[in-house]
């Protein structure tokens, strides 16, 4: 037990496979582990080592806990939430991440969180403002909003946008419907300019 905890690092998550080099009983020196505080059990067989403040346990990072369960680094985390922040009054709040990747489907809570896994033949390593566009309108059809009304708002916020990004990411990674309804509001506002 004592070898098991020595390669046990605060702040650190862990998957049981990654701890049974480390012991012999591996299952009986999580659960003990477990017991006295140090692994918080966050999902079947992923364990989190808390960094401790002055204010308790610091909680995971999000990215850290997807990364080790998905035993990759290729992912993109996203929240329906950060349309809202595209200007096109949007107001919906939602009580899941998605996890765009190229391994895992499906809905799993981790660390008391839901989280969306869906397969993607590709996305970016960063969001900007013009992916988070082409990746609302790709999921317009899956939100709570009037999708009139963003398609209308979106025309007359075209002008808070990089047209060239925008362009680029709706040919790298918008669907069939995501391209045809930009180029035409795009098409539309060079007519009137």
């Given amino acids: 037990m004592d070898l098991l905890r020595e390669h046990i690092n605060q702040g650190e998550v862990y998957r049981r496979s990654d701890l049974e080099y480390y012991s012999t009983a591996i299952d009986r020196h999580l659960a ?6 140090t692994l918080i059990k966050l999902n079947q067989g992923l364990y989190y080592s808390p960094k401790q403040s002055k204010f308790g346990a610091v909680p995971p990072d ?5 990364a080790c369960f998905l035993k ?10 950060t349309f809202n922040s595209l200007g096109l009054g949007l107001t919906q709040l939602y009580n899941t ?7 895992r489907k499906g809905e799993f809570k981790l660390n008391g969180k839901t989280f969306e896994f869906k397969l993607k033949s590709s996305f970016p390593k960063n969001i900007t403002r013009e992916y988070l566009l082409v990746d609302l309108l790709n999921n317009l059809e ?3 909003e009037d999708q009139t009304q963003i398609i209308n708002k979106l025309a007359n916020n075209l002008p ?3 047209t060239e990004a925008l362009m680029k990411s709706t040919q790298q990674y918008g669907t069939g419907k995501t391209k045809r309804t930009l180029k035409l509001i795009l098409r539309n506002a060079l007519q009137h300019a």
């Fill in 142 to 144: 899956n939100l709570a």
């Fill in 160 to 162: 808070n946008f990089n």
């Fill in 62 to 66: 999000d990215r850290q806990v997807v």
């Fill in 32 to 37: 003990q582990l477990t017991k006295d505080g």
């Fill in 97 to 103: 991440t998605w996890v765009y990747n190229h391994k």
């Fill in 72 to 81: 990759d680094e290729d992912f993109l985390l996203i929240s329906p939430n």
